[in-house]
């Protein structure tokens, strides 16, 4: 038997969440200054009764007791919430809905989603393929927004000769950072290349990552969420992006890396020459250049290429 509204409402409230806004079909309830979720009145047999907000990373949530939707939820009573494309002619607010088969699981869901921790790929990745600008390290926090953080073994994250081993295919708590102001950071980038990728036009939000063009770990504070030092990409643009497989020219055409077989390319939809669908602004002018010195690959051509 799931949670229903009534067993739900009275559990936030005690929590701490404040209502925000409130409608004959949801209510808004926020916790301080985390994200805000919603109470679906309309749920049914306890089915969605909570819908977490899409950047909150919910949809990759893995808690005994907690099922996640297998798609996005929507509803025009969610006016707290991004909206995206759905089934019809104008752009919907959606979220993730989740549903409780006792209050210890909401409980623990709550607790995580509390603590900020995000999907919004924040965490930790190894960039051993980039070239290091001086006075950098070698491990990098910068991430890809939307996906699972990258997992690298204990002695990377420091967790020392005491770590317990894990057998494979079993999950493992481990210690991490998130990014203050990352959401913002997304939120400016998805307004700034109206809701589509920077380059393909793709705008399915599920598809879209917010990318730093000069990292993050080489940025200074105020760099970390200007607009100007992201692009809104599709996640194969990001992916080669961010591991420097290809840049952008000051004029915003894509550049592939001698090091990216053409062939790959094609079947990534990815070709020298296509652009940016804005024009640039000089404030993206020495990110970009950034990028193109220390994270570019410019290297020997792989066998095959061409």
Request: glycine content about 10%.
């Amino acid at each position: 038997m799931s949670l229903s509204v009534d067993v739900v409402e009275p559990i936030l409230l005690a929590r701490g969440y404040q209502e925000k806004n409130r409608t004959k079909k949801k209510v808004a309830y926020q916790n301080g200054t985390d994200l805000p979720l919603y109470l679906n009145l309309q749920s049914k047999g306890g089915t969605s009764v909570l819908v977490a907000h899409p950047h909150s990373g919910a949809q990759d949530l893995h808690i005994d007791g907690v099922e996640v939707g297998a798609k996005y939820f929507h509803s025009s009573n969610m006016g707290l919430f991004p909206k995206h494309m759905h089934t019809g002619a104008t752009p919907i607010p959606y979220g993730v809905g989740l549903t409780f088969d006792s209050s210890a699981a909401l409980s623990r869901c709550l607790a995580w989603l509390e603590q900020d921790v995000k999907a919004e790929g924040d965490l930790i990745q190894l960039q051993s393929s980039a070239k290091a600008a001086p006075d950098e390290q070698a491990l990098s926090t910068e991430g890809v927004a939307g996906q699972d953080a990258s997992h690298v073994p204990g002695h990377d994250l420091g967790m020392g000769s005491s770590a317990v081993a894990i057998a494979p295919g079993q999950d493992a708590s481990i210690l991490t950072t998130r990014r203050v102001g990352h959401d913002r950071f997304r939120q400016a980038l998805e307004q700034y290349w109206d809701g589509a990728c920077a380059i393909s036009g793709v705008s399915h939000a599920a598809l879209l990552r917010a990318s730093h063009i000069k990292p993050w770990a080489a940025s200074a504070p105020e760099e970390k969420t200007s607009v100007f030092n992201g692009l809104l990409l599709a996640a194969q643009w990001d992916a080669a992006f961010d591991c420097g497989l290809i840049t952008l020219d000051a004029q915003g055409e894509v550049v592939l890396s001698p090091q990216l077989r053409v062939a790959d390319a094609a079947l990534l939809g990815i070709e020298a020459g296509m652009r940016l669908r804005k024009r640039l602004e000089p404030q993206h002018l020495p990110y970009l250049a950034y990028h193109r010195q220390y994270v570019f690959l410019e290297g020997d051509a792989v066998d095959g290429r061409v």
